[in-house]
């Protein structure tokens, strides 16, 4: 049984409805008050959540994840899921697998699990045939409806507020402490950090840079497509320091993570630094924009300031930050923007 669901995090980075790892998006730092667990705490556990709250009686022993990166949580604290969706946002070889979680499991000496196909939604009926003792979706865009049904099969580790709005320091809290190990939880946050301010110090131009994530369609340029600062992509950067464009802060409602502005329009980008969009880097995409009349106003267009992410590959999909996919990518992430920058 399958039911239709919201666009997954991989199609919203393939196309301009798109998700696909900061805790600067709404959602963040509300886990730490979500959550009754702490590493080794006595179960049951109870975790408040954009559905209300789930009870995990007993530490799970078989862990199913649904959605975009939430299997990384347990790989990252040595807990190997029965099950985890299927990836082709990224998929550098097609195994439906990304490459940092390939390393991972190499590294635990363990088998792929079971993998979910997501791409006409979730798959119910394999998820139940994992037999799992809880569901992680912590960064998800679940449904009531998805929601109801996969409580039926396990306890359902859900979003804490917006879909598709979960930083990834909340995925690890709220999906470490479904596994009982909070503390541990905690620890890669603070791991992360240090990762991630390292490889930022290297590229101090970044600093004062405001970077629009933009999808552009080549075919289309009567249109700006951007993500708003719900997006976790936006989020990461807004939580190092990074200043929001005005546009952004102007066309983030709360409600949608993705957004369009006409190009007559194009005034209201005079303050962005850097434009990141998805496409061929060996392309003709930054002189078409160039070309164009309307888009051309821009200053980073017209100063050629734009970071290509090549489509479906792993440091596209490393953009919207994961507990694995920032040590696997972050360095390579930040000079390609701090490259833009010329």
């Given at each position: 049984m399958r039911l239709s669901r919201p666009v997954t995090a991989a199609a919203m980075l393939a196309a301009a409805a798109i998700a696909l790892a900061g805790c600067a998006t709404p959602a963040a730092d509300n886990a730490d008050e979500a959550t009754t667990a702490s590493s080794g705490d006595a179960f049951p556990v109870t975790i408040e959540h954009a559905f209300g709250e789930t009870v995990i009686e007993s530490q799970p022993e078989r862990v199913a994840t649904v959605s975009w990166s939430n299997q990384e949580v347990p790989?990252?604290?040595?807990?190997?899921?029965?099950?985890?969706?299927?990836?082709?946002?990224?998929?550098?070889?097609?195994?439906?697998?990304?490459?940092?979680?390939?390393?991972?499991?190499?590294?635990?000496?363990?088998?792929?699990?079971?993998?979910?196909?997501?791409?006409?939604?979730?798959?119910?009926?394999?998820?139940?045939?994992?037999?799992?003792?809880?569901?992680?979706?912590?960064?998800?865009?679940?449904?009531?409806?998805?929601?109801?049904?996969?409580?039926?099969?396990?306890?359902?580790?859900?979003?804490?507020?917006?879909?598709?709005?979960?930083?990834?320091?909340?995925?690890?809290?709220?999906?470490?402490?479904?596994?009982?190990?909070?503390?541990?939880?905690?620890?890669?946050?603070?791991?992360?950090?240090?990762?991630?301010?390292?490889?930022?110090?290297?590229?101090?131009?970044?600093?004062?840079?405001?970077?629009?994530?933009?999808?552009?369609d080549p075919s289309d340029f009567s249109q700006i497509g951007f993500y708003t600062n719900l997006d976790t992509r936006p989020g990461f950067l807004a939580s190092l320091g990074l200043p929001e464009p005005t546009v952004v802060a102007e066309e983030s409602d709360g409600e949608a993570f993705y957004t369009t502005v006409s190009a007559e329009q194009a005034d209201r980008f005079a303050d962005v630094d850097v434009f990141v969009t998805y496409g061929d880097a060996g392309g003709s995409i930054v002189a078409q924009l160039q070309a164009d009349p309307l888009l051309s106003q821009i200053p980073a267009i017209a100063e050629g300031r734009i970071a290509i992410l090549e489509e479906s590959t792993p440091?596209?999909?490393?953009?919207?930050?994961?507990?694995?996919?920032?040590?696997?990518?972050?360095?390579?992430?930040?000079?390609?923007?701090?490259?833009?920058?010329?």
């Open positions: 790989l990252a604290l040595g807990v190997v899921p029965v099950g985890m969706a299927e990836v082709t946002w990224g998929d550098d070889d097609g195994d439906g697998v990304l490459p940092w979680v390939e390393d991972k499991l190499a590294e635990l000496d363990a088998e792929t699990p079971v993998l979910f196909d997501e791409a006409d939604g979730i798959d119910f009926e394999a998820v139940a045939d994992t037999q799992p003792d809880v569901i992680l979706a912590a960064y998800s865009g679940l449904t009531q409806e998805d929601y109801d049904t996969l409580s039926k099969i396990a306890p359902v580790v859900a979003y804490p507020e917006v879909a598709w709005g979960t930083s990834y320091e909340d995925m690890i809290r709220l999906n470490s402490a479904a596994l009982g190990l909070s503390e541990e939880g905690d620890a890669l946050i603070d791991e992360l950090h240090g990762e991630v301010d390292t490889a930022l110090a290297a590229h101090p131009e970044l600093a004062d840079s405001a970077v629009l994530f933009s999808y552009i440091l596209a999909a490393s953009a919207n930050p994961s507990p694995l996919s920032i040590s696997w990518g972050i360095d390579e992430y930040f000079a390609l923007l701090a490259g833009a920058l010329g």
